[in-house]
């Protein structure tokens, strides 16, 4: 958020933010309102430290539960005895006026990187202070099914009469407990996906879709647009000393325009040339007991075929359960690396608990992961290919995984083989599967949803090869700008979501330079991806 008295030098602030692909607002007043409303990232302040107005918005932003942790960047028109007050005001930097574009924007993304692993760590500290209670009764609750499973087999030598009451005894304790053993697992996927679920899903993924329908390029073509029509019936009614400036301002957004348009042209070509060789990861993972060797169960069924659940409508689930066995479906893009059948993707897609805080715990106390299932579904192919780990990277968060692609006839996508392919401001393109299945089921219709819950029985497998079978599996495109070029990562703004990681990153060029692996929610600029010369290390020669 640019917040500036002066209009040319807050919209000459704001064009520096946006060429650069942030996210601008501008206000021309200080105003703690229209910061809390627009909720930004990071406030760029122009002020004079000794100006009260100036001071005002500083001590009202910091002092604010609510935006104290926004870091504001002040551009001060003084000398370094003003920057210093600036400084101890509570601004996290302050620049002289005028200001140099490149220096704005370093500075702008290194408030942003602390400000990012200062979110992070709070928000770590957050969920581990919420999921704490839930974690002592998983492994109280485990310990104690791990226990009465020795009591009952000890039992049974005992005598038969024993042992049956020992069952039924266990069988009802089991129910009772069921519902705070395995809670912090089912929540997060329930393996079982009713007509009613699917229909949820599906309304809650065209909402997304709906709220917004159209890609970051496209909404900012439309704004360029409308700017350039105003600057035009601007010129057309104003007196000769004005037209001048107008006109340079116009050039500008008709420079802009161009420039979005060239980049729409190489994005239609990239997505034309890979979609196909892009897929949707799906992952079914189960869970075992160490010590005994069980498998997670739901409790029972429901003449629904619904699991059964308790008075908080949590599904009951033991290791002795009825049910089917509980299984976490994760989900993941791939893209096709090699003609031998090579996926790359992120070593969190290939094993979904990896670097998990919500699992972590939990698996450290008797119950370990085992995937059932890894299956990549290609865009127009009318089924799953299974496909096996075959190699992850010890340093990066990327993996390979192998199938047999060559009934596909699909190509391999061109990987960049130079560092310098990747240019700070320079356009990209990203490929993949943001929200997965709701996605998905979004683009489907009612009908289409009632046919594919009737004919997968609630099986999440069955479910995505009823959506292949319909060819509804295709990825999603996003436009966006590169903002930033690190060692081990690469920052830009092509929107994403989960579902989305292990998706190819395009440059102009058509080549992958990266894969997508990590977001920040309500940043314009908070997309990472690895560059590919990590997944380029694990394929065979």
Request: proline share 4%; charged share 20%.
């Amino acid at each position: 958020m640019v917040v500036a008295v002066e209009d040319g030098l807050r919209d000459g602030i704001a064009a520096t933010l946006s060429d650069a692909g942030f996210e601008v607002s501008t206000e021309s007043g200080y105003g703690i309102k229209a910061v809390a409303e627009f909720d930004p990232e990071l406030i760029v302040l122009v002020g004079n430290p000794r100006q009260l107005n100036c001071c005002d918005l500083l001590s009202q932003v910091k002092s604010s539960e609510h935006t104290q942790y926004i870091p504001v960047v002040m551009l001060s028109p003084e000398g370094s005895g003003e920057r210093a007050r600036g400084l101890d005001l509570g601004a996290n930097d302050v620049l002289s006026l005028p200001f140099d574009p490149q220096e704005l924007l370093s500075r702008v993304r290194l408030q942003l990187r602390s400000k990012h692993d200062a979110d992070e760590l709070r928000d770590r500290l957050r969920v581990v202070e919420e999921s704490r209670t839930a974690n002592r009764q998983v492994v109280a609750a485990v310990d104690d099914e791990r226990r009465m499973l020795r009591v009952g087999g000890l039992a049974i030598f005992i005598v038969l009469i024993a042992a049956a009451i020992v069952a039924l005894l266990f069988f009802r304790r089991t129910q009772q407990q069921s519902t705070s053993v395995y809670a912090a697992i089912t929540h997060l996927q329930a393996g079982i996906l009713t007509q009613r679920q699917l229909m949820e899903r599906s309304r809650a993924g065209r909402g997304l879709v709906e709220r917004d329908p159209s890609p970051a390029g496209s909404r900012q073509s439309v704004e360029l647009q409308h700017e350039s029509e105003r600057l035009r019936a601007k010129i057309a009614i104003s007196r000769t000393n004005e037209a001048s400036v107008l006109q340079s301002q116009l050039q500008i957004v008709e420079g802009r325009l161009q420039k979005l348009e060239t980049e729409s042209t190489f994005a239609e070509t990239t997505i034309k040339s890979y979609e196909a060789s892009i897929c949707l990861i799906h992952v079914a993972v189960a869970f075992r007991d160490r010590a005994t060797g069980l498998s997670l169960h739901y409790a029972a069924l429901t003449s629904n075929g619904e699991p059964t659940v308790d008075e908080n409508n949590n599904p009951l689930v033991s290791l002795t359960g009825s049910g089917p066995e509980v299984h976490l479906d994760a989900f993941g893009t791939g893209f096709l690396a090699s003609r031998s059948g090579e996926i790359l993707t992120n070593h969190h897609v290939a094993e979904p608990w990896w670097q998990s805080d919500e699992l972590r715990k939990m698996l450290g106390h008797g119950l370990e992961p085992t995937i059932i299932e890894m299956t990549a579904y290609f865009p127009g192919f009318p089924r799953g290919v299974a496909v096996k780990t075959e190699n992850i990277s010890p340093s990066a968060d990327v993996a390979v995984l192998h199938g047999n692609v060559s009934m596909l006839g699909i190509e391999a996508i061109a990987l960049a083989d130079r560092r310098r392919s990747v240019v700070s401001g320079a356009p990209v393109v990203l490929l993949g599967y943001p929200t997965a299945l709701d996605a998905i089921l979004a683009r489907a219709g009612a009908e289409t949803l009632r046919s594919v819950a009737s004919a997968s029985h609630g099986d999440s497998k069955q479910v995505m090869e009823e959506l292949a079978h319909r060819r509804l599996i295709r990825p999603i495109a996003t436009q966006g700008h590169i903002g930033d070029v690190l060692p081990d990562k690469i920052v830009y703004d092509a929107q994403t979501a989960s579902g989305g990681s292990g998706g190819p990153l395009f440059n102009s060029e058509g080549k992958v330079i990266g894969i997508n692996f990590a977001m920040l929610p309500r940043f314009g600029g908070s997309n990472f991806a690895i560059p590919v010369g990590y997944g380029k290390d694990l394929l065979k020669p």
